[in-house]
Every structure is written in C-alpha cells, then in structure tokens.
C-alpha cells in the first residue's frame, strides 16, 4: 500500500486490469506510487500483445516501481468472440517497444484473473474501482461470472472508446474493436462507469523537455518511464524527440485527481457489426430525435464520458508521481 499523506482521505482502492504495453507500463508505475490510490492487484488480459508477454511484462513494471509484492494475475487470452489482434505494430514485438527491463523475481499468482477481481473485492473493506486499460474481457467475464461481488464495486473506469476518432480503424479505438461485446457487457452492467476515450486520451502530452531527464533518473522506475516516452516520442522516425501522450496513465491520473478530467454524463452505445464495428457512439444532442419520438432508439446506458483535461493539472500530477522525491541524507 502506498503511505497517504498526513490527515489526507483514504487512498482509492483499485485493481488494475492490464495488456501492458507502454502506455500501461507508464500508468502501473504511477498506480503504485501515488500516495492516494492502493493498488490491490493486477489483473492481465491479451491486447497489446499475447496475455503471456503481458503478465511477463507486467511483473517486471512492478519489480521496476519498487512494488513486485502486488498480485499479478493471468486472465484472457483471446476476446469474446474476436481472434486475437495485437498492437505490435505500434508497441513492438514485446509490447514495450523493444526494451528490455530487468527481469522481475516474482511470478504470477495461482488464481485466473477473474477470481483474483472476485477475492480482492469481497476481501476490500471499502469499495474497489476496477481501473481497466486494456480490452474489456476479463471485466466482462467477471460481470457475468459475479454478478453481486460486481455490485459492490465502487465504479469501472476504462480506457477505451472515443467520442471522435479512432485508430485501429477510422472509427473505432483500439481496445473497443478488440472485444466490443466486452464492452458492451460493461456499459450495460449498471455498475457506475466511466470512459476515458481516445481523444481525450492523446492530449495528456508531455514536451521532450519533461521526458527526456527521467530517462537519466537514478530511480529505475522514473527511468523506465523516461525510456518508454523517448521511445514513443521517437516513433514517427524523426532525429528529434517529439510531444507524447502518457496514454493510459491519464486515466490513473483521474482516479488519484478527479479534476484532471471533464466528466459529463451522456448516452453511449457500441457498434457491434459492420464497418463501424468498435465503435463508441456518444450521444451528445440536446434533445431527442425522431428515432426516440417513433420508439425506434431501445435503451441506451448512460454513463460518465470524460470530454477534456486540465492539461497542466494532468501533466504535474503524473510527472509530480512518478519520480520520487529525493531521499533525505
């Protein structure tokens, strides 16, 4: 558990549902330092890359963080109905664009995923948040596996979907098209939900100047980070480090300061067919339409869309948490 400030609020409970590539790497060293969350465990899921290469990947993120004692479970390795699609394209053949990390000396815990969430939440004495970053499955399986452990979840908060563009195709994120029916369980699940969707996603940017120093931090956590922006903010093959988005650790960043975030509430389904498959339709109008006036609409599960950031209050707050400060002598 990571020590809360003096007379500050309980730190939020969480359980982490992982397909570590780098931008999970960077929001798991971020869930394990910062003083107001408690990560309880992590749970891995096939995504970025092959389930396996992610609990690999993610014992060695926490081994770096200084936390390797959290429970690493493994979970799906397929989607739903989907053969599996990495993203190796974008985060290498490892998932971590190529980096090699030290290797962690703690393995994966005896229980699958979805008994891990089912323990840790009946176990928590407060509310957990179940804080997914990558495809939904292993969050579905459980909503339909235990339905009341789900109940008492204090909130879902994924990574996921958009409110604009896409980038596994023109119209749908990522994770959303790797297991839209995943998804969809989740929107509808009633359980209190909240989508930190692509666009708002790539504008928690950093500047190289920002970066570019904790890749020289004695810390290795801070250095890992370092390495895993600079390897991003090289990728459009330029000799110059560009601006990087911290991607998934945004949605971190939220949990630990709500204010990062606009969260407003709105309407969303998911495309579960057809060229716009994945896709997250937020409904934004102010006032129904014809379709709802004919009862041609169905139910629509309302849910919180996050639609902007505080950019500087984003950035502080991750850069703030993921260099620890220095030692006293």
Known sequence: MNP??????????????VDT?????????????DPRIDLLAVTCVAGNTAVDQVVRNTLDVLHAA??????????AERPLINDPRDAHAFHGANGLGGLELPRSPHSPG????????HRTIEDSPVPVTLLALGPLTNVAVFLRAYPATARKLERIVFMGGSAGIGNATSHAEFNAWQDPEALAIVIHSGVPTVMYGLDVFIQATLEPAQYLPLARAD??????VGDILTVGGLRGGGADPQPVTIGDAGAACLIAV??????????????????????????????PGESEHHGEAGPVPVIEVALGLDHRLM???????????????
Do not use: C, K, W
């Open 4 to 17: 809360a400030p003096a007379n500050a609020a309980l730190p939020a409970a969480v359980i982490a549902d």
């Open 110 to 117: 005896t229980l699958a995923a979805v008994e891990l969430m």
């Open 258 to 287: 709500p204010q990062t975030v606009e969260l407003l509430r709105y309407p969303v389904r998911v495309e579960l067919s057809g060229h716009s498959r994945g896709q997250t339709l937020v409904d934004r109008r102010l006032q």
């Open 315 to 329: 950035t502080e707050t991750f850069l703030d948490t993921v260099l620890p400060p220095p030692s006293p002598r």
């Open 66 to 75: 200084g936390a390797g004692g959290i429970p690493v479970a493994r979970g």
């Open 21 to 33: 590539g780098m931008d999970d790497a960077l929001a798991l060293v971020f869930l394990a330092r």
């Open 219 to 224: 810390d290795d956590g801070a250095r890992l």
